[in-house]
Each structure stands twice: as structure tokens, then as C-alpha cells.
């Protein structure tokens, strides 16, 4: 699970640095404004790959992709980029653990039969 959540992370990495990009065409934003906001959440963003096993890791990835749906009012493009990545969060946790699962089946099939 945690290298399919990562993956999706790191992948929110760079659409939030190129929504960062677009939001600079604002007028009414300043550049500073912009780059503090993209850059937080940009190194969120790699932060929480490192804190995925940890307790409330996936629960920070869900806030991330609240947000990432919520900078839609700022970027409108980000109201589907949001969803689509929130349906990616959902499917990394949801297959990762399938995954994890059958991993672990193996491990212990592997485990149980008699090595020669």
C-alpha cells in the first residue's frame, strides 16, 4: 500500500507545482502569495510519503486531498484534478492493502512449506 500511496503523492507533487504556475496569471494573487501556499503543500506532500505507516498518515492524505479539491476555487482546473487524484488516493489505499494481503498469504504459504 505504501509505495502505491507514495506513488500518488509524488504525482500530486508536480500538479501542485504546475497549478502553482497557473495561479501566478491571477492578478489578484501575489507570486509570494502563490509559491508559500504550492511550496507547503508541495513539501506536505513529499513529507507524508515518509509518514504513511504511521498512525493518522492516511488520514493527513485524505486532508491533502481535500485541499487539493478545495485550490479549485483558485484554479478551477483543480476541481477535476482534485477528484481524479482523490479517486487514485482511494484506489492506491483500497488495492494497496489487497495487495499487502496477498503478499503476506504467500509469505506465510512459502513459509509453511517444507524447505528441501
Do not use: N
Amino acid at each position: 500500500m505504501r509505495t502505491l500511496c507514495a506513488s500518488t503523492l509524488i504525482g500530486e507533487f508536480f500538479v501542485i507545482g504546475f497549478a502553482g504556475l497557473v495561479a501566478m496569471k491571477d492578478d489578484s494573487l501575489t507570486v509570494s502569495t502563490v509559491w508559500t501556499v504550492s511550496g507547503i503543500a508541495m513539501l506536505f506532500s513529499l513529507l507524508l510519503c515518509g509518514v504513511l505507516t504511521r498512525p493518522g498518515g492516511l488520514q493527513l492524505g485524505w486532508a491533502l486531498q481535500i485541499a487539493l479539491i478545495a485550490s479549485g476555487f483558485v484554479v478551477p482546473h483543480m476541481f477535476f484534478l482534485g477528484a481524479v487524484f482523490a479517486g487514485l488516493w482511494w484506489a492506491s489505499i483500497h488495492y494497496g492493502r489487497q495487495v499487502d494481503a496477498a503478499k503476506a498469504r504467500f509469505a506465510a504459504q512459502a513459509e509453511a512449506e517444507p524447505q528441501t
